[in-house]
């Protein structure tokens, strides 16, 4: 048996999930998560860090990859720097493909709170 995804949205598919399960191999592996963030999200994430940078808060002039950083940090999540081949550090360990729809919703209204505390003019309102 390969591997098999099933998206929760209604009974039937949840009773197909049961199925997969009821009829699956001993010491089969059953990951059930949260649905990854979307790419709306994260052209909306996008958006905002080009807001943000463009701003620039406090005198920060910074690109959109070191904002994200910033903000992943603030919001709990995992955030380290190395040193480059140049010499200069850069950010790891934040990508926010691995985040939950919830995971990155709560990041874009920390954003947008984050933003509107520091004067940061949207280019497309909150939903």
């Known amino acids: ?4 995804t099933v998206r929760l949205i209604g009974d039937s598919q949840r009773a197909f999930a049961c199925r997969l399960i009821e009829s699956a191999p001993q010491g ?3 990951n059930i998560r949260e649905a990854s ?3 709306d999200q994260n052209a909306k994430m996008w958006a905002m860090l080009s807001d ?6 406090d005198g920060r002039k910074m690109t959109t990859e070191r904002w994200k950083a910033c903000f992943m940090q603030a919001c ?4 380290q720097f ?4 140049d010499g200069k550090p850069f950010p790891i360990g934040y990508s926010t493909s691995a985040l939950s729809k919830s995971d990155m919703a709560d990041l ?3 954003i947008y709170q984050w933003g509107d505390e520091n004067g940061v003019k949207w ?3 909150p939903n």
């Not at 048996?1 to 098999?4: D, F, H, S, V, Y």
């Not at 709990?76 to 955030?79: K, P, Q, R, T, Y």
């Not at 190395?82 to 081949?85: A, H, N, V, Y």
């Open 37 to 39: 963030r979307t790419l």
């Open 123 to 125: 280019s497309e309102p």
């Open 28 to 30: 089969a592996v059953v």
């Open 76 to 79: 709990g999540h995992a955030v």
């Open 108 to 110: 874009i209204t920390f």
């Open 1 to 4: 048996m390969t591997g098999q």
């Open 82 to 85: 190395e040193t480059g081949l």
């Open 52 to 57: 943000v940078s463009r701003a620039m808060p």
